[in-house]
Nanobody, 123 residues
Framework: QVQLVESGGGLVQAGGSLRLSCAAS????????MGWFRQAPGKEREFVAA????????YYSDSMKGRFTISRDNAKNTVYLQMNSLKPEDTAVYYC????????????????WGQGTQVTVSS
């Protein structure tokens, strides 16, 4: 069984920063792709960023590129999402997800999900 637990969400003013964490447990994640998605009320789940465990390759949604940074600490089995210059439209529930093999930006192709953490950006 794979468990993903997100933390670090909260309320922040526009222009501020937050760092989300995703602690992974239950399996060896050496080949897993780890991703962050978000879902705002009334909208579909949206890809944010992804990172491989082994070579630390990263990929970002164009709308987040330059403001968000995904990273990981293999020793802690933890993935991070540093979010800077936050905007009210970044308000959403942010989810961590894991995919066993290969790259994908599609939520339906990820195998494991966390429970989500709320990020609210006030104007």
């Amino acid at each position: 069984q794979v468990q993903l637990v997100e933390s670090g969400g909260g309320l922040v003013q526009a222009g501020g920063s937050l760092r989300l964490s995703c602690a992974a447990s239950g399996r060896t994640f050496s080949s897993y792709l780890m991703g962050w998605f978000r879902q705002a009320p009334g909208k579909e789940r949206e890809f944010v960023a992804a990172i491989s465990w082994t070579v630390a390759s990263t990929y970002y949604s164009d709308s987040m590129k330059g403001r968000f940074t995904i990273s990981r600490d293999n020793a802690k089995n933890t993935v991070y999402l540093q979010m800077n210059s936050l905007k009210p439209e970044d308000t959403a529930v942010y989810y961590c997800a894991a995919r066993r093999t290969g790259w994908s930006t599609l939520s339906g192709e990820y195998d494991y999900w966390g429970q989500g953490t709320q990020v609210t950006v006030s104007s």
